[in-house]
Structures are given as C-alpha cells and as structure tokens.
C-alpha cells in the first residue's frame, strides 16, 4: 500500500509570497496533521483534521490555515511567508482521530529567501 | 516549561547493549504517547504507542509509561548500528494537541 504522499518535495519562496502544501493520506485513513521541523528540533505541531473538520490546533500565527477534503487529502497554506517559515514540513496521517498511531509522509522541504 | 523534554545526547552505546531513552511530559492529563524513530534527512517513523501504565514490548523494544511521575521511556535491547538515529518522545494532550520532545541523538558503536 502507498504510504503518505506529500508534494512538492522542495520550494523556494520569496517572503511575503504564499505557499499551498498537499498531502495525500494512506488509503482508508481519515485523519491529517501538520506539523512544522527546523533543524535540530522535533516537529512542531501545527493542526489536525479529522474527517473534515479541524479537531486541534498548534501555537501558530493565522497565517497558518489548512482544510481537509471530501478525498480525505489535505492542503496547508501559509501567507506572508517569512525567513522564519523556512523548515520541513510534514504531514501524518493517522486512521481515526482517538486512535492517533500516526504515519509521516516524506515531508515538504521549504525554503524562504 | 515544555511540554516534552528529552535529553538531547549525544548517546552512545557499544553493540549488543541497552540503550534506555527518557522522556517527561507537562500535562498531567495526557492520555496517548509514542516513540519515533528519525533517520537524518528522513522523516520520522512510528516505533511505539503507549497508553496504559507500564510496560509495553515489542521485539527489542520496550515503552515504560509512569503517569504519576509523567515519565516514559523506551529501551532497546541488544541495540544495533541500524539503531543510530534521533529518537523523538510524542505526547498527546488534553487539548488534543501534539507535542514532540527535541529528540535524542543514539549511536550505536559496532
């Protein structure tokens, strides 16, 4: 079975640009997180969605703003980017949202100059 | 105070030995945590999930939870080069909300 699968793989931004990240969870899994690494630190978490509707969210400025689809797939978008975006951003997708075993994609490597 | 604090490491452990990773949490009310494993440039992998106080095995891996001391831990046995990576403690807590600890660095010396 395919894992998560997250796109692009890599992207360079300018600040003040927006950005749109995309995540496709394992097939059959209804839940998706976001979660932001800079290097050195462990995944800062950013916000959870379960079938549809968002169920938590992370210390994160409004720029940061995310939606589940009907497909169970997920975007983040990120506005007014600053250097301080710059990091690997990961989505974990998870069966249901009590369950919470969660499973990371390859991650979206993010790059702002 | 962090949420989840781990002891960075470096640790370093000969082969074939225990390798005994720590963790402590700030929500006393968490429910759910979970030990991944970090290669570098790679992300993170689900080793194992605890919910219940004690232990938890799993091949060479074992998860401690101690809710009244808000502690857990993983031990790995018989530790393996492969094993050298960046360990990552995750809790879940009362506000749903996910916090991971720094990670701690384990080499694994052949």
């Known amino acids: 079975d395919a894992g998560v699968t997250q796109s692009p793989t890599h992207l360079i931004k300018t600040r003040g640009q927006q950005v749109t990240l995309r995540c496709s969870p394992i097939s059959g899994h209804k839940s998706v997180s976001w979660y932001q690494q800079v290097l050195g630190q462990g995944p800062q978490f950013i916000f959870q969605?379960?079938?549809?509707?968002?169920?938590g969210r992370g210390n994160f400025p409004d720029r940061f703003s995310a939606r589940q689809f009907p497909n169970y797939s997920s975007e983040l978008n990120v506005n007014a980017l600053l250097l301080g975006d710059s990091a690997l951003y990961l989505c974990?997708?998870?069966?249901?949202?009590?369950?919470?075993?969660?499973?990371f994609g390859p991650g979206t490597r993010l790059t702002v100059l | 105070q962090k949420e989840v604090e781990q002891n960075s490491g470096p640790l370093s452990v000969p082969e074939g030995a225990i390798a005994s990773l720590n963790c402590t949490y700030s929500?006393?009310?968490?429910?759910?945590f979970f030990w991944y494993r970090q290669y570098s440039g790679k992300s993170p992998e689900l080793i194992m999930f605890i919910y219940s106080n004690g232990d938890k095995e799993d091949g060479r891996f074992t998860a401690q939870l101690n809710k009244a001391s808000q502690y857990v831990s993983l031990l790995i046995r018989d530790s393996q080069p492969s094993d050298s990576a960046t360990y990552l403690c995750?809790?879940?807590?009362?506000?749903?909300?996910?916090?991971f600890g720094t990670g701690t660095s384990l080499t694994v010396i052949p």
């Open positions: 969605y379960y079938e549809k509707e968002e169920r």
């Open positions: 974990a997708s998870s069966l249901s949202g009590p369950l919470n075993e969660q499973f």
């Open positions: 929500d006393r009310g968490s429910q759910s």
């Open positions: 995750a809790v879940k807590n009362t506000g749903n909300q996910f916090y």
